[in-house]
């Protein structure tokens, strides 16, 4: 009977597949195509416009701008976490003594971040500009009247310096001040640092 069990399940299965797959076989030549009969008559479902095709498009690349805007916010996120262990290890590695390379080490990751950032704000906005030749595209379909947006234009420089690009000015302030205290010499570094 042990012997006979498996066989016996493995028939069982085998019929079910086989009846599953007869169903979806029916189910498919059944359901219609979309490319009409063989005399060239275009079938009456199924039609793609191309307004469904742009429609489309635009979530497709309206999901990347959304990606591209959250990996931005990922980068300032992740300059500010960064920054201060940046400044620590510089400091180890130094002797424990405050010197010039802690600043400008500081200065470096946020220039850094900074250009990260500003090649991902590029590319959001030419995703966006993008989208705008498909609204407009659209927009010359419609029944009424209708104009899309304006986007400005992606250029490298609009895209380095833009409003979301004043925090890493706001990071770089405090540190390029300190930098000048202690060129100056109103910060100094103690002669023995304790461990």
Known sequence: M???????????????????TSQALRRAAAAPTGLGDDEGEPASEHKVRADDLDKE?????????????????EIKKLCA??????GTLV???????????VFVSGLLVICFFW???????YYQRRLRAAM??????????????????????????????NGSMTYYALLAAPVLLALVLYTSGFIDSPATVSP
């Open 81 to 86: 976490t960064v920054l201060v262990p940046t």
């Open 2 to 20: 042990s012997t006979q069990r498996p066989t016996l399940i493995a028939a069982v299965a085998g019929a079910l597949a086989g009846a599953a």
């Open 132 to 161: 705008d030749v498909i609204w407009r595209r659209r927009a010359e379909r419609c029944e009424e009247g209708w104009t899309p947006p304006k986007t400005s234009a992606a250029s490298p420089l609009k895209a380095a310096f």
């Open 57 to 73: 498009l635009i979530d497709q690349l309206h999901a990347a701008t959304l990606r591209a805007s959250d990996s931005c916010f």
């Open 115 to 121: 250009l990260a950032d500003a090649v991902g704000y």
């Open 91 to 101: 400091a180890l590695f130094s002797g424990r003594r405050l010197t010039a390379a």
